[in-house]
């Protein structure tokens, strides 16, 4: 485990391993780094991978008052810490983050695994979820936080989330809930950010999963055909929840 500062002060910690070309990995929602550790191992056999703990998750600090600049600027602290170049990885709304960061200097690929953007207004989470996941943390409801966000913004069943909290892993998805508000706040209204997806120049693969949700592969089409040099790969078989072993191939034949 390693530190680097970002501009504001706050620590950030991320693991290296590998050798190679540097790759950095960017988590989604309600995770830590922990998540991308089975993609960072089999990325290793060909790539220096930064697998890090975006602010408030793990070890790494959370300096407030928070903003999604602060996110990017911990990613160029990360590519600092790589040696000042480097290929991005994200996935779901650490996607969108990673999109953000794209033109910070040194990106030099960018993939984006199922960035959560809805086309369809009527769809989308709640306008005022990023102040009710605040609001419920602040209440020491963090718990309730991270059921809405199941419910609320990610849309999963309400028999799933209340089987969750019966889960041994519930506590994990607890002591994440203040994160909860960051990962809304970058997603903004949840719409396709237009303007962005233009301006990025760097080469950028757009992954989704055959068995995920329609308005993924809705999104997905739209970003990838928006993007100036823009690809666009499905993965047979996959959910959102993508296997890693499925995953990096796609990935280091893309940042190779």
């Not at 408030?56 to 810490?81: F, K, L, N």
């Not at 301006?199 to 970003?223: N, Y």
Request: hydrophobic share 45%; with cysteine; net charge negative.
């Amino acid at each position: 485990m390693k530190t680097i500062a970002s501009a504001d002060g706050t620590a950030i910690a991320f693991e290296q391993s590998g050798d190679g070309p540097a790759v950095i990995l960017v988590s989604g929602g309600s995770v830590s780094r922990s998540s991308n550790a089975p993609l960072a191992d089999l990325l290793a056999a060909q790539f220096t991978v930064y697998n890090y703990d975006r602010r408030g998750r793990g070890p790494s600090g959370d300096t407030q008052p928070y903003a999604p600049q602060r996110e990017v600027e911990d990613i160029a602290a990360v590519v600092d810490a790589a040696g000042g170049s480097a290929c991005l990885y994200g996935s779901s709304s650490g996607a969108a983050l990673a999109l953000m960061a794209a033109t910070l200097p040194g990106i030099t690929r960018l993939a984006l695994w199922e960035p959560p953007f809805i086309l369809d207004p009527a769809a989308r989470p709640p306008a005022d979820a990023a102040q009710t996941v605040h609001d419920l943390v602040a209440a020491d409801r963090r718990g309730d936080a991270a059921e809405y966000f199941m419910a609320r913004v990610v849309g999963l069943p309400p028999e799933f989330v209340a089987h969750a909290r019966t889960q041994p892993w519930w506590a994990a998805q607890e002591a994440l809930a203040h994160t909860l508000e960051y990962d809304v706040t970058i997603m903004g209204d949840y719409s396709l950010p237009e303007e962005r997806l233009r301006a990025t120049q760097v080469p950028t693969l757009v992954i989704d999963g055959a068995d995920s949700a329609a308005f993924m592969h809705a999104s997905a089409d739209a970003a990838a055909a928006l993007l100036p040099r823009g690809q666009r790969r499905t993965l047979s078989g996959q959910n959102h929840n993508v296997a890693a072993p499925v995953l990096a191939p796609v990935l280091a034949e893309f940042f190779r």
